[in-house]
Nanobody, 119 residues
Framework: QVQFTESGGGSVQAGGSLRLSCVAS???????????ASWYRQAPGKQRELVAD????????TYADSVKGRFTISRDDAKNTVYLQMNTLKPEDTGIYYC?????????WGQGTQVTVTT
């Protein structure tokens, strides 16, 4: 069974930093499977939006304009883990952050981790 588990959320003052982690588990990851990954977020009353994504192997990453220069997505395939380093956080970064991955024809989501940025 494939599963993605996020952690690292919390409450932080504006200007602070957090690092989110998304750990993938399941027997499929014993076979060097290729899996692009993304981080999404959903603020209260808003639609879920793409924050950043990264190709398998980490060769390329893209970012939403709102987080460019502040957030960095990375991965450690030996640990089946994708990270989101978030710096200079703003109140508008508040929301639930979700890990997303696509393997073959299937799409997977984690349960989400709450990020709250206070003034």
């Amino acid at each position: 069974q494939v599963q993605f588990t996020e952690s690292g959320g919390g409450s932080v003052q504006a200007g602070g930093s957090l690092r989110l982690s998304c750990v993938a588990s399941g027997a499929i990851f014993n076979h060097n499977v290729y899996w692009p990954a993304s981080w999404y977020r959903q603020a209260p009353g808003k639609q879920r939006e793409l924050v950043a994504d990264i190709l398998g192997g980490g060769s390329s990453a893209t970012y939403a304009d709102s987080v460019k220069g502040r957030f960095t997505i990375s991965r450690d395939d030996a640990k089946n883990t994708v990270y989101l380093q978030m710096n200079t956080l703003k109140p508008e970064d508040t929301g639930i952050y979700y890990c997303n991955a696509k393997i073959a024809t299937r799409e997977y989501w984690g349960q989400g981790t709450q990020v709250t940025v206070t003034t």
